[in-house]
């Protein structure tokens, strides 16, 4: 019967980060996912690698950053290890604030103006209303970077089992023994729910789960761009983002919405979007429409993430991501890789502990 030193439940970019964080330090991991790795959250993500105290809540600031800040070897070594580009583009973010938070964050605004008139900056936006600000910060096409994960994970040894969800985790005396799926069994004295959305589904003993996660539906268009280089920047508005990719794709986003687990997208909200689009962009006019699609991301009661050891020996949580799955993937799997094997983290995860729930 073979056995495993981790389980991952949950295939997106969580559990394939850590993962491979786990390989590189000598464990045997098996990963089981729902569906197919990266084909949800992941997959539906925009990509932004948002760092800005403006936007990040002040207990998740130092993991933003830490993270943020290993993203270019990050993406680098899966470039590397799968042989597939992962755009990720350091150009720089545009931010458009509401007329009240402007006045707010009058002085941080200030300290990060434009580096050239908006015209010269990005010339095909429109002029606005609200003066704008500059963020250093970089986005990466998230499809291609599951997809690179998926292959550097399977390249590294990682096991997978897919198609059927995780119902339960199995205990054995109190301690972790593996987990069930379809009346299968994988066995593992370590498993670690990186099930998303969904891991506030999966049992364990025979009761019910104590992670409250739940959808948060997330709606976005994609735009074919009439030039590959008409727009450099990912663009921030209080209606829409926009974000650039380097062969000419254009997303635009995203709605936040508590829908359960419908990812139906809705016409007059995409119909909204591109009419917003075209407004900040009017030479999207001769953009085709690609696609549409929602994702779910997974919420928490409070909007941090569930980080950590939970009460039964052996059993752990690296979900509740939210609206960064993507930008804290690096840092998570780091962390999570460190608390599997019993160390401390370089940063304090009380703040994301499973247990203040």
């Not at 938070?101 to 002029?127: I, R, T, V």
């Not at 049992?203 to 996660?213: D, E, N, Q, V, Y």
Request: net charge negative.
């Amino acid at each position: 019967m073979k056995t495993w030193d981790v389980v991952i439940i949950g295939g997106g970019i969580i559990g394939l980060s850590l993962s491979i964080a786990l390989r590189k330090r000598g464990a045997t991991v098996l990963i089981v996912e729902r569906g197919e790795p990266g084909r949800e959250a992941s997959h539906a993500a925009g990509g932004m690698l948002v760092d800005c105290p403006l936007e990040t809540p002040d207990a998740l600031q130092s993991l933003a950053t830490a993270s943020a800040r290993m993203y270019p070897e990050f993406a680098y070594e899966l470039e590397v290890e799968s042989g597939i580009t992962v755009d990720l583009r350091d150009f720089g973010t545009i931010v458009f604030l509401s007329a009240e938070h402007a006045e707010h964050h009058a002085q941080f605004a200030a300290s990060h103006s434009l580096p050239a008139p908006l015209n010269e900056f990005e010339p095909e936006l429109a002029s606005a209303d609200t003066a704008a600000m500059y963020l250093m910060e970089r986005s990466v096409d998230p499809r291609a970077l599951s997809a690179a994960a998926w292959k550097a994970a399977k390249n590294r040894g990682v096991d997978f089992a897919t198609g059927d969800p995780v119902e339960s985790i199995a205990l054995s005396n109190g301690k972790v023994s593996g987990v069930h799926r379809a009346k299968i069994g994988y066995h593992a004295s370590k498993v670690v729910n990186c099930a998303g959305a969904w891991s506030g589904q999966i049992s364990c003993g025979g009761k019910a789960s104590l992670h409250p996660t739940r959808p948060v539906k997330g709606q976005m268009l994609c735009l074919a761009m009439p030039a590959r280089d008409l727009l450099k920047h990912v663009v921030r508005t209080p209606e829409v983002y926009l974000i650039p990719r380097t062969d000419g794709r254009l997303l635009v986003g995203a709605t936040v919405e508590e829908a359960g687990f419908d990812k139906r997208t809705d016409p007059d909200t995409i119909q909204r979007f591109h009419r917003a689009a075209l407004k900040l962009v009017p030479r999207l006019s001769e953009a085709k429409i690609l696609e549409d699609w929602a994702g779910l991301r997974p919420g928490t009661p409070d909007g941090l993430p569930i980080l950590g050891t939970t009460d039964i020996p052996g059993y752990y949580v690296a979900t509740g991501h939210f609206r960064d799955g993507i930008l804290l993937a690096p840092i998570t799997a780091e962390v999570m890789a460190d608390v599997v094997e019993g160390r401390a983290p370089a940063i304090d995860l009380s703040p994301f502990s499973p247990a203040r729930f």
